[in-house]
């Protein structure tokens, strides 16, 4: 069956612009987790959707990044004003509770020039 | 938040020897402990994981162990080949741990 699909899967921008990233879970996932990757680096927690509740947003670095799940499906990571310390991959997972394995994409590489 | 430290950040194992990766934990509340394997522009995937009612599980070569009065837990693998080389992650629920790079030396 269909993983979780990342879109895109490369972006390159500006430092200053502003950048959508979207992650697609595996279906009946109720939650959906957001990770940071930089080179060589481990995964950093972002923010963590489950069900309806309201999102653990705890990991964000900065007002300038957000979060949303609508529907309780695709979710958007949204980075306003890049910085280039902003590059890195982004990492999308999804599981059906947190106790259980996480299914990861393969994550989105952002490149801030 | 949980916090999750991991030992050794890197290894280099001969083929057919066993590889030891050791993780500790903060939140005594946490129960559940998964292991991830990333290989080069791959997200992690899911290789064996424990929980909080069970000392050791093991899956052919993949053997965990845990100590939740210590909060240690273990990754052991055995009779290593190449293909094992890759980056292995631990965690405790969704958050994880530093990573280790595994390189397995034919």
């Known amino acids: 069956g269909a993983g979780v699909s990342q879109s895109p899967s490369n972006k390159v921008t500006e430092k200053g612009k502003d950048v959508e990233l979207r992650c697609d879970p595996i279906?009946?996932?109720?939650?959906l987790y957001w990770y940071r990757q930089s080179l060589g680096q481990g995964l950093e927690f972002l923010i963590y959707?489950?069900?309806?509740?309201?999102?653990?947003k705890s990991g964000l670095p900065s007002d300038r990044f957000s979060a949303e799940r609508t529907g309780g499906s695709v979710s958007t990571l949204t980075i306003q004003r890049t910085q280039q310390e902003d590059s890195a991959v982004y990492l999308c997972?999804?599981?059906?509770?947190?106790?259980?394995?996480?299914?990861f994409g393969d994550g989105t590489r952002l490149s801030i020039l | 938040g949980e916090n999750v430290e991991q030992h050794p950040s890197t290894l280099s194992v001969q083929e057919g020897d066993s590889a030891v990766i050791k993780c500790t934990y903060s939140?005594?509340?946490?129960?559940?402990f998964p292991w991830y394997k990333q290989e080069l522009g791959k997200g992690p995937q899911l290789i064996i994981d424990?929980?909080?009612?069970?000392g050791e599980k093991k899956d052919q070569r993949i053997a965990v162990t845990l100590n939740k009065t210590a909060k240690h837990f273990s990754l052991h693998i055995t009779e290593t080949q190449p293909e094992d080389s890759a980056v292995y992650f631990c965690?405790?629920?969704?958050?994880f741990g530093t990573g280790t790079s595994l390189t397995v030396i034919p």
């Open positions: 939140d005594s509340a946490s129960n559940y």
């Open positions: 279906s009946g996932h109720t939650a």
């Open positions: 965690a405790a629920s969704f958050y």
């Open positions: 959707f489950q069900g309806n509740s309201a999102p653990d």
């Open positions: 424990i929980r909080s009612n069970v």
């Open positions: 997972a999804s599981s059906l509770r947190t106790d259980q394995p996480q299914h």
